[in-house]
T-cell receptor, first 111, second 113 residues
Framework: ELKVEQNPLFLSMQEGKNYTIYCNYSTTSDRLYWYRQDPGKSLESLFVLLSNGAVKQEGRLMASLDTKARLSTLHITAAVHDLSATYFCAVDMDSNYQLIWGAGTKLIIKP | NAGVMQNPRHLVRRRGQEARLRCSPMKGHSHVYWYRQLPEEGLKFMVYLQKENIIDESGMPKERFSAEFPKEGPSILRIQQVVRGDSAAYFC???????????FGNGTRLTVT
């Protein structure tokens, strides 16, 4: 059974600091996704990582994938308050919709 | 181009009532997916539909839950005789074809009292 584990599940940090969220999964997978969810809102796609060693960056967020270690990281650089949200990673086996989701990391960035 | 539209945003039902959740996919999208999210958890896949057809309902409970996506109109997720455990956020997503990235709606938050 494919399992996806995120850690930490909760993170409170100060603006300007750097931090990393980790996503481990238990079996081989073709694709890994990172999503952002604001309270009471939908999920916004951040990154799709397709291959070993893939690295994608958007603003202060950078995601990477190591398929051999079955690990993806989401790195936040010089955090700002607007990045406060819950971040999910999700992994698929054969299809884009049968995603297995992590429990989410709730990120609070204090001014 | 409007995104995926779900309504209602919030729905309160008493135990035993029926809940009907609607989802209008993005224009040009004929593939619709329903997910359930419990508090503090990620999404769980329920059902995948393409116009008038159920493609995959492996994540849907066998009883009380049904979904449709008619030729005209929105996709409907129907929950009969709701119980407290059905309280959750239900998200709909759509895509233009199989294996394309999903676009999510804002969800319907169902509360069963």
């Amino acid at each position: 059974e494919l399992k996806v584990e995120q850690n930490p599940l909760f993170l409170s940090m100060q603006e300007g600091k750097n931090y990393t969220i980790y996503c481990n999964y238990s079996t081989t997978s073709d694709r890994l996704y990172w999503y952002r969810q604001d309270p009471g809102k939908s999920l916004e796609s951040l990154f799709v990582l397709l291959s070993n060693g893939a690295v994608k960056q958007e603003g202060r967020l950078m995601a990477s994938l190591d398929t051999k270690a079955r690990l993806s990281t989401l790195h936040i650089t010089a955090a700002v308050h607007d990045l406060s949200a819950t971040y999910f990673c999700a992994v698929d086996m054969d299809s884009n919709y049968q995603l297995i989701w992590g429990a989410g990391t709730k990120l609070i960035i204090k001014p | 181009n409007a995104g995926v539209m779900q309504n209602p945003r919030h729905l309160v039902r008493r135990r035993g009532q029926e809940a009907r959740l609607r989802c209008s996919p993005m224009k040009g999208h004929s593939h619709v997916y329903w997910y359930r999210q419990l508090p503090e958890e990620g999404l769980k896949f329920m059902v995948y539909l393409q116009k008038e057809n159920i493609i995959d309902e492996s994540g849907m409970p066998k009883e009380r839950f049904s979904a449709e996506f008619p030729k005209e109109g929105p996709s409907i997720l129907r929950i009969q005789q709701v119980v407290r455990g059905d309280s959750a956020a239900y998200f709909c997503a759509s895509s233009p074809n199989y294996n394309s990235p999903l676009h999510f709606g804002n969800g319907t938050r169902l509360t069963v009292t």
